[in-house]
């Protein structure tokens, strides 16, 4: 069973510029989660899709937005970059309901220069 | 605010000792723990879960106490091992009755001495 594929793995942009980052869950998990990991902040959640529909938001601003699509694979974008934006993206995916284990791709190390 | 602290951010243990990670949170709404191992440039991987109904739950080296009263929470790693070496988040989904959102401590940064 393949695991929750992230893409690309390492991306560099310049300030000012969009980011689009991928993620393909676990086949059969329509639930997919974005995190942000940062050394000051630990990880912090982005937001969550299930259905195509944003079922749970965190405490970001507007420039970060994510979409699902009806294969439950997910997409998040970032506008207006800045140099504090740099750090680990990580996607999760799980079953929709139920309190079981949330599987993490590999993440998107995304540096602002 | 921190609704889950990790207040060591590190820990050294030597080889086949006992490693004891500690967690704590401030929502009583929370019924539900996780914990995660990280190495650096990988993502989490789910190590073990306790629900709230219980104050124990075991699998092999890895056992995970909660005591609810304290709002407390540990893993205990016997016997320890060089390769348990790497950063332990614990985590708790809002009361939301699914793991589609997690709030994450800052971790605990574990290195096993050979």
């Known amino acids: 069973k393949a695991g929750v594929t992230q893409t690309p793995r390492y991306l560099i942009k310049t300030r000012g510029q969009q980011v689009t980052l991928s993620c393909s869950p676990i086949?059969?998990?329509?639930?997919v989660s974005w995190y942000q990991q940062t050394p000051g902040q630990g990880l912090q959640f982005l937001f969550e899709y299930f259905s195509e529909t944003q079922r749970n938001k965190g405490n970001f601003p507007g420039r970060f937005s994510g979409r699902q699509f009806s294969n439950s694979r997910s997409e998040m974008n970032v506008s207006t970059l800045e140099l504090g934006d740099s750090a680990l993206y990580l996607c999760?995916?799980?079953?929709?309901?139920?309190?079981?284990?949330?599987?993490f791709g590999q993440g998107t190390r995304l540096t602002v220069v | 605010d921190q609704q889950v602290k990790q207040n060591s951010p590190s820990l050294s243990v030597q080889e086949g000792r006992i490693s004891i990670l500690n967690c704590d949170y401030t929502n009583s709404m929370f019924d539900y723990f996780l914990w995660y191992k990280k190495y650096p440039a990988e993502g989490p991987t789910f190590l073990i879960s306790i629900s709230s109904i219980k104050d124990k739950n075991e699998d092999g080296r890895f056992t995970v106490f909660l005591n609810k009263s304290a709002k407390h929470l540990s893993l205990h790693i016997v016997p320890s091992q060089p390769g348990d070496s790497a950063v332990y988040f614990c985590a708790a989904p809002p009361g939301s009755g699914n793991t589609g959102k997690l709030i994450f401590g800052q971790g605990t940064t574990l290195q096993v001495k050979p």
């Open positions: 086949s059969g998990h329509r639930s």
């Open positions: 999760a995916s799980s079953l929709a309901t139920g309190y079981t284990e949330a599987f």
